[in-house]
């Protein structure tokens, strides 16, 4: 039995509307494949001719993205939290994604596995330990707090929870509430328009939606990209400490090249199976290695010093996420804040098309749960442990750990830290795999998304894309993050998340707008038994 006949088989609500996309053939959009493509060669080709001017170039547009605008990506992120909890308490909460006749085509471990995967990458395998590193030694002056002070570990923990929890996943779960209530519910298209259904049902298909879709397609591989580049370099950091290779242009190039190799194959695999098989082992060793590093680490520093700086994450929430009355500077905040909201933008828009499509059956209630709260918690105790180990081994060993780190880079803080634990060996070289499969997972749903906006003839009935638009896409992002950390380093990361996500900024605050219209349409329209979509 096809696996998505609970969307036209089953449920008479999807016959009509996709009646005619079940006997469609795919096709290429030429309008939406061609023109981010051919930009993106050409602006690879410039920086590996021209390197040096490119990077000055790339420089100044991030500096100036962020000046102008920063303001623009911490309030629009903290006002949709405050949208998402005001959905959820709302009748609209009990909106059945794809009507009262859809079924579930995950079941709930499954949806929540591959919703993780898809969104932290690498991300927290990297930052967890890494990042605190940086801001015990130079917490922000703004804040007066000591150098390497316990006062400063609390706030590096509570900054781990501030950049890597709620807000982030603010920003995906309302991006793909929109883009499944528009695409079940109101039966648009399978395209980035789809979410902007709420406000016009006219720009499916016309020039101003295919532009639409062509920037984002241009943000979601510069953000890919940035998160590639983080891969590359914590494999890269794993390989120097276990097998003694030297980061090099050479090597990035032969991890980068696995790693696009791996989840263009695994995108071609489909949801049901290489996605979600990928997705559930990926979790289960993430709760595995969380549980090994608690038991085996300083385990009562780790729970004192999580306990505090949950506290104080939550106290200092609301000015800390909006820089409210300067309560760090202004430098810092770009450098760190920032920059992560640019790449959690840049990959919002298409991560939501994937989000949205999976989540059929469910109500608009799950939906926050799984996409927004568990993960949230999931990450708070994540970093807990991780950033509370890197930071009470570097307290006790006089910032050795640190001064490391400041040598050989961040991507060599994981391993050296996870080396010092009991089997650090073992465990180190489980790690490096977890890495590499961890963004693999998340690139892959990605990858078809971005290839699936590329095609027509999409439907719950035929999701997938032609394996060569994958192989195209997969490509460009490889080499773009391959010249970028070959060339820039971390900085070159920073530079492609703001470049990504600053016009995705735009049109997630937009498709914001088109849920407080479906809320406020709901509410008009709504009584205890009906559905308003």
């Known amino acids: ?261 791996s989840f263009v194959f695994s995108a071609v695999s489909g949801l049901h199976r290489g996605i979600a098989i990928l997705s559930d082992v990926n979790v289960k060793a993430f709760f595995g290695l969380a549980v090994f590093v608690l038991i085996t680490g300083p385990t009562l520093d780790i729970l004192s010093l999580g306990w505090e700086s949950v506290q104080d994450y939550a106290v200092n929430f609301f000015p800390r996420s909006v820089n409210f009355g300067d309560r760090v500077d202004r430098e810092w905040e770009q450098d760190w804040t920032l920059f992560y909201l640019a790449n959690w933008y840049a990959w919002a828009p298409v991560a939501a098309l994937f989000l949205g499509r999976i989540a059929v059956g469910y109500t608009v209630r799950d939906f926050i749960l799984f996409n927004l709260v568990f993960p949230s918690l999931f990450t708070i105790i994540w970093m807990s442990i991780f950033g509370g180990t890197s930071l009470t081994f570097d307290m006790q060993e006089g910032q050795s750990l640190f001064e490391t780190m400041e040598l050989k880079g961040e991507e060599i803080v994981m391993f050296q830290v996870l080396g010092s634990l009991p089997f650090g060996r073992v465990i180190s070289l489980a790690t490096l795999v977890m890495v590499f499969i961890s963004y693999v997972t998340a690139a892959d749903s990605n990858v078809s998304a971005m290839s699936a906006i590329s095609t027509h003839g999409i439907s719950p009935n035929q999701p997938e894309a032609p394996l060569w638009v994958k192989l195209v896409w997969g490509s460009i992002i490889g080499i773009t993050a391959w010249l970028m950390v070959s060339t820039a380093g971390i900085e070159g990361i920073r530079i492609l998340s703001v470049m990504g996500g600053f016009p995705a900024l735009f049109l997630v605050i937009v498709v914001a707008v088109g849920l407080v219209k479906m809320i406020l349409t709901s509410g008009a329209r709504r009584s205890d038994e009906e559905q308003p979509f």
């Open 1 to 261: 039995m096809d696996k998505y006949c609970c969307l036209t088989g089953k449920n008479p609500i999807f016959r009509a509307h996709f009646r005619y996309q079940m006997s469609a053939t795919l096709k290429l959009k030429p309008w939406v494949f061609f023109p981010p493509v051919v930009i993106l060669v050409m602006t690879l080709a410039f920086g590996v001719t021209y390197s040096d001017p490119f990077l000055r170039l790339a420089e100044r547009t991030k500096d100036g993205m962020l000046n102008q605008f920063g303001w623009l990506f911490s309030w629009s992120a903290f006002a949709f939290l405050i949208l998402l909890g005001t959905a959820y308490v709302l009748p609209f909460g009990r909106t059945k994604i794809g009507g009262k006749a859809a079924v579930p085509i995950l079941s709930k471990w499954r949806w929540f596995a591959i919703t993780l995967c898809t969104t932290v990458a690498t991300g927290i395998l990297f930052w967890g330990m890494a990042e605190p590193l940086h801001h015990l030694p130079r917490p922000p002056p703004a804040l007066a707090i000591e150098s390497g002070s316990s006062l400063a570990a609390v706030f590096s923990l509570a900054t781990l929870h501030l950049h890597w929890s709620f807000t982030p996943y603010g920003v995906y779960t309302l991006a793909g509430l929109v883009f499944a209530l528009s695409y079940y519910n109101l039966h648009q298209p399978f395209s980035l328009t789809a979410s902007l259904a709420p406000i016009s049902t006219k720009l499916a298909g016309n020039r101003l939606g295919k532009l639409i879709d062509v920037i984002c397609l241009y943000a979601l591989v510069l953000g890919m990209s940035a998160s590639l580049g983080t891969g590359m370099f914590a494999i890269t950091g794993g390989l120097d400490l276990l097998m003694g290779w030297t980061k090099s242009a050479l090597l990035l190039a032969m991890i980068g090249f696995s790693i696009v190799f």
